[in-house]
Every structure is written in C-alpha cells, then in structure tokens.
C-alpha cells in the first residue's frame, strides 16, 4: 500500500469515527433535561473512538478537575464513591 492510499484510508477512518462521534453526542443532546446536555459535552471533550472504552468510561476516567462539570459529570455509583459499598 503506498503512503497517499494509506493516507486515504486514515482519513475515512477518521472521518467515520468523527461521524460516529457526532451522531452520539446528538442523540445524547436530544434527551430531555440536562443530563443529556451534560453527556454531549463530556462526550465533545473527552471521548476518542479510537481510544480504548466506552465513551462513558473514557468520561468516568477524565482528570479535568478544573472543569464545571467535573463533579456531575456521568460515572458510576461505585467510582462516586457510594456510601453503601
């Protein structure tokens, strides 16, 4: 494969996961509420589909304490820290 088809197929790649990318951060828009608003915003920050996990994982992981939504943003009850567990 020379480098211009290699570089070809790079760019669909990306192309599809930015598609991909945007089609999710939608959907999640779409929900009523904040919630959803929330989700597509961690979303359009952090998540990277060719980065390993789930968007919600890739959310649960961020380290951008700085960030407003950082203390509302989606993790799971265990990584909040549930008093129960």
Request: hydrophobic share 25%.
């Amino acid at each position: 494969m020379d480098k211009k088809s290699s570089m070809s197929q790079a760019t669909k790649q990306y192309k599809k996961a930015e598609q991909k990318r945007l089609k999710l951060m939608n959907h999640q828009a779409s929900k009523p509420g904040l919630r959803g608003t929330i989700n597509a915003k961690c979303i359009e920050c952090i998540y990277d589909p060719f980065s390993e996990g789930t968007w919600r994982k890739q959310v649960q992981d961020c380290t951008s304490w700085s960030c407003p939504l950082f203390p509302i943003r989606p993790v799971t009850e265990k990584k909040r820290g549930n008093p129960d567990e």
